[in-house]
Structure formats: structure tokens, C-alpha cells
T-cell receptor, first 112, second 111 residues
Framework: DGGITQSPKYLFRKEGQNVTLSCEQN?????MYWYRQDPGQGLRLIYY???????QKGDIAEGYSVSREKKESFPLTVTSAQKNPTAFYLC???????????FGPGTRLTVT | GQQVMQIPQYQHVQEGEDFTTYCNSS?????IQWYKQRPGGHPVFLIQ?????EVKKQKRLTFQFGEAKKNSSLHITATQTTDVGTYFC???????????FGEGTQLTVNP
């Protein structure tokens, strides 16, 4: 069963803690993306990766970090430097950059 | 940088009424994609338009790409409650470049 998985679905953290969100895909896609969505808002690109061991900052990369050590995996770390981390985080992948994107179910992060 | 704007931000309709959302880019696009996000869900790809003036239909949904390849629209005929959700357009400036998403139009359908 091919697709993108994100875990966990809900995540609660205390302010000042780093937290890592998981994203795995078995679609054999080269490109992967992380978006942030706030209530009633659109999708804002945090980071993207076109190939293994390479990634680029998106529009709102400050306070976030990523790695792409395997083609299937693109974890996102929300660091304590992120001023307002509470949001819905969506991971996506596409065969190549610019192709149609397949999204995971998302992780709702709440930081108090 | 490239900007993609969508209007309206919100639209409330009675079931059976038509609905249209418009997408405008600050730059000429190579192609435009449309996605739908159901409440509480994740965006799902609907369609991609590539050619100037292109029109594509999916049942009650009609997608158009402007002649100048700077704007696009999605029209739903006779809305149903299953159409509820947020519709996003996403533009690509050149083939292989990143997609830029619009802010979406949130559609509510009253039964």
C-alpha cells in the first residue's frame, strides 16, 4: 500500500523543547516537502529536498531543521528557536520537483 | 518572488448553487495545479493545466487556464455537500521549479 505516512497525528510539547516530526514515503519519489498550515491559512513551505543529502530552505525555514539521509525519509525538527510552533504540519512528496504532490495526513503540533 | 492569489477567501453557498474560485499569479506560469483539502484532512491533487486557454472537466468541476497563463479558475456546477473543503491553486513558474500555493478558497455548502 503506497503512500506517505506522518507520525504522530497529534503531538504536545512544552515550550523550549525540540521536537521531531516523522515523514516516510514508499512512492519512490525524489522530492519531498514540509509545509506549515495555520487555521484558515494556506500552505507555507518550510523546507524541500530534491534528492538524498540535499535540501533547500523554503519561505519560513527559521527555527526548523531537516535531514534527508534516505530517499524514503524526511524528518522535520521544530527547534526551541521557532517563535510560534503550534500549527498543522504537512509533509508531501512528488516524483520530481514541480510534479503533482502527494500529501501525508499531517501532524498537529501544540506547544504550551 | 512569485505570488499566487486566490479569491474569494470564503464562499458559502446553498446546495445546488454554482461556485467559482479564481487564482491569479504575479508572473507567467508554466503550469497550474489544483488541490482540495477536506475539513481536518490533507490536500489532494485534483488536476494540472499546462496549455494556454486549456479547459478540463471532471464531472461537475471545470478548470480553466487563462490565455496569458497568469490566471486560472475552478467552477463547480450544482454544488453538493461533498464539495465542502478548501480549494488551493498552485503555480509553477518554469518546468521543474517549486510550486507556490495560493491561500485557498474555503467552500461551505448548506444542505
Amino acid at each position: 500500500d503506497g503512500g506517505i505516512t506522518q507520525s504522530p497525528k497529534y503531538l504536545f510539547r512544552k515550550e523550549g523543547q525540540n521536537v521531531t516530526l516523522s515523514c516516510e514515503q514508499n512512492l519512490n519519489h525524489d522530492a519531498m516537502y514540509w509545509y506549515r498550515q495555520d487555521p484558515g491559512q494556506g500552505l507555507r513551505l518550510i523546507y524541500y529536498s530534491q534528492i538524498v543529502n540535499d535540501f533547500q530552505k523554503g519561505d519560513i525555514a527559521e527555527g526548523y531543521s531537516v535531514s534527508r539521509e534516505k530517499k524514503e525519509s524526511f524528518p522535520l525538527t521544530v527547534t526551541s528557536a521557532q517563535k510560534n510552533p503550534t500549527a498543522f504540519y504537512l509533509c508531501a512528496s512528488s516524483l520530481y520537483r514541480g510534479y503533482e504532490q502527494y500529501f501525508g495526513p499531517g501532524t498537529r503540533l501544540t506547544v504550551t | 518572488g512569485q505570488q499566487v492569489m486566490q479569491i474569494p477567501q470564503y464562499q458559502h453557498v446553498q446546495e445546488g448553487e454554482d461556485f467559482t474560485t479564481y487564482c491569479n499569479s504575479s508572473t507567467t506560469l508554466s503550469n497550474i495545479q489544483w488541490y482540495k483539502q477536506r475539513p481536518g484532512g490533507h490536500p489532494v491533487f485534483l488536476i494540472q493545466l499546462v496549455k494556454s486557454g486549456e479547459v478540463k472537466k471532471q464531472k461537475r468541476l471545470t478548470f480553466q487556464f487563462g490565455e496569458a497563463k497568469k490566471n486560472s479558475s475552478l467552477h463547480i456546477t450544482a454544488t453538493q455537500t461533498t464539495d465542502v473543503g478548501t480549494y488551493f491553486c498552485a503555480g509553477q513558474e518554469t518546468s521543474g521549479s517549486r510550486l507556490t500555493f495560493g491561500e485557498g478558497t474555503q467552500l461551505t455548502v448548506n444542505p
